[in-house]
């Protein structure tokens, strides 16, 4: 199967502890985006990038959170000092060059995080 | 900025009924629209896009026509089946990213 996969599927985890998640996107896609959706609501933006280089991320993404795609391949998603309003699924899709264009944006699994 | 706005769930419907999820949409000129679907304990997958204004798109049975003139793109099916069970998402671009309505989710019964 050649998706998007993400790693771990299922993350239970103390309050403030720390928590990575990875995201293997399709190979040759240029394009990586994190979104977080929590139960009842659809996904909501964290960020996204082109290649190794992070252009945008939202304001949910407070500076307890960090993305990196160091090599412009796969992608972690860090979060420290875990809250309980963290409990959420973490999605990480890509797509190549732009969703804007009509290109489809392809969505891994879901990493699903709760924070106890 | 870009946004969708969908219909409130959770939608009940007997097999092989007619199936309409509404979705009307605010955006600055034609950008492509979207409508994914994500079963019980999966991520998204993308149902079907159209990419100009008076374009359909279809898939497994699915249909919805970008109408400009009613800013809609709701999505139909003429008969449901219980594996079309699942949450459904309109979505278009905002910048350089998707976003998306709060979903719909459906129940089909047998």
């Known amino acids: 199967d050649t998706g998007v996969s993400q790693d771990p599927r299922h993350k239970i985890t103390k309050r403030g502890q720390n928590v990575t998640f990875r995201c293997d996107p399709i190979?040759?896609?240029?394009?990586l985006y994190w979104y977080r959706q929590t139960l009842g609501q659809g996904p909501e933006f964290l960020t996204y990038?082109?290649?190794?280089?992070?252009?945008?991320k939202s304001r949910l993404l407070s500076d307890r959170f960090s993305a990196e795609r160091p090599k412009g391949s796969f992608s972690t998603l860090e979060i420290q000092r875990t809250e309980q309003g963290d409990s959420a699924m973490y999605l990480c899709a890509s797509s190549l060059n732009g969703g804007t264009t009509g290109n489809t944006i392809y969505f891994g699994e879901g990493s699903w995080l709760t924070v106890v | 900025g870009n946004s969708v706005t969908q219909m409130e769930g959770p939608v009940t419907l007997s097999e092989e009924a007619f199936l309409t999820i509404n979705c009307t949409y605010t955006a600055t000129g034609y950008p492509s629209l979207f409508w994914y679907v994500q079963y019980p304990g999966e991520g998204l997958q993308l149902l079907l896009k159209?990419?100009?204004?008076?374009d359909k798109g279809s898939n497994k049975g699915f249909e919805a026509t970008y109408r400009k003139e009613t800013t809609s793109f709701h999505l139909e099916k003429g008969s449901v089946q219980v594996s079309d069970s699942a949450v459904y998402f309109c979505?278009?671009?905002?910048?350089?990213?998707?976003?998306f309505g709060k979903g719909t989710r459906l129940h089909i019964l047998p």
């Open positions: 979505a278009l671009p905002r910048d350089d990213k998707i976003i």
């Open positions: 159209a990419t100009k204004a008076d």
């Open positions: 990038f082109q290649n190794e280089a992070q252009l945008e």
């Open positions: 190979s040759e896609h240029n394009r």
